[in-house]
């Protein structure tokens, strides 16, 4: 069990550019979520997966954001023409869920998104 | 639509201080109650969690309560110290994922 792995740690790019993020969740966790974080914010949520379907997209996921799980294993996360309200810090989480009241979330150490 | 709110939004103690952070959440259809820390610049660590139908979970120095019909939760730690400055964040979960508070920053002074 190495815990939840997230790729790059950091991301500086220019406004309309591409990027894409990586997580790998804790080994047969089938669960995976999205998170982002502002400073001085609690993280918001994003998107989830349950295996290789995404049961649910928040209405902070606009168009220009995408996320697949392909084969039920690692996710990703990409923001196409980003902005500079895209900067954040980007959070993976996965999950075990095996009762609806036990779920505990374990978190990734997440990416730091800069938009110049 | 859940909302987490956590007061104070900041505190600060002298070292061996016993303290409690509050949090509150308006929907108590939840399924559980989440206690996290969070270090400048990294991610999450789970803390505790408190299943609906419990009342309050322990974990070494911290104890999490659950008053599900006032809709309120507090994490009390013992003895601080140093080491336990740091952001704590309170999540409910029901029908929908994780709703975080802003969070309470913690910095216990030596």
């Known amino acids: 069990d190495t815990g939840v792995s997230q790729d790059p740690r950091h991301k500086i790019t220019k406004r309309g550019q591409n990027v894409t993020f990586r997580c790998d969740p804790i080994s047969e966790h089938n669960r995976l979520y999205w998170y982002r974080q502002t400073l001085g914010q609690g993280p918001e949520f994003l998107t989830y997966?349950?295996?290789?379907?995404?049961?649910?997209k928040s209405r902070l996921l606009s168009d220009r954001f995408s996320a697949e799980r392909p084969k039920g294993s690692f996710s990703t996360l990409e923001i196409q023409r980003t902005e500079q309200g895209d900067s954040a810090m980007y959070l993976c989480?996965?999950?075990?869920?095996?009762?609806?009241?036990?779920?505990?979330?374990?978190f990734g150490s997440g990416t730091q998104l800069s938009v110049l | 639509k859940q909302e987490v709110t956590q007061i104070p939004a900041a505190l600060s103690v002298p070292e061996g201080e016993n303290l409690v952070l509050n949090c509150s959440f308006t929907d108590s259809a939840i399924y559980n109650l989440q206690w996290f820390r969070q270090d400048p610049g990294k991610g999450l660590t789970s803390l505790l969690l408190i299943q609906s139908s419990q009342r309050e979970q322990t974990s070494g120095r911290l104890n999490a309560s659950l008053d599900k019909s006032s809709g309120r939760s507090t994490l009390y730690i013992a003895a601080s110290q140093p080491g336990d400055s740091a952001t704590y964040l309170c999540a409910a979960t029901g029908n929908t994922p994780l709703v975080f508070g802003k969070g309470t920053r913690l910095s216990v002074i030596a």
């Open positions: 989480a996965s999950s075990s869920r095996q009762g609806a009241t036990n779920e505990k979330l374990f």
């Open positions: 997966f349950q295996n290789e379907a995404q049961l649910e």
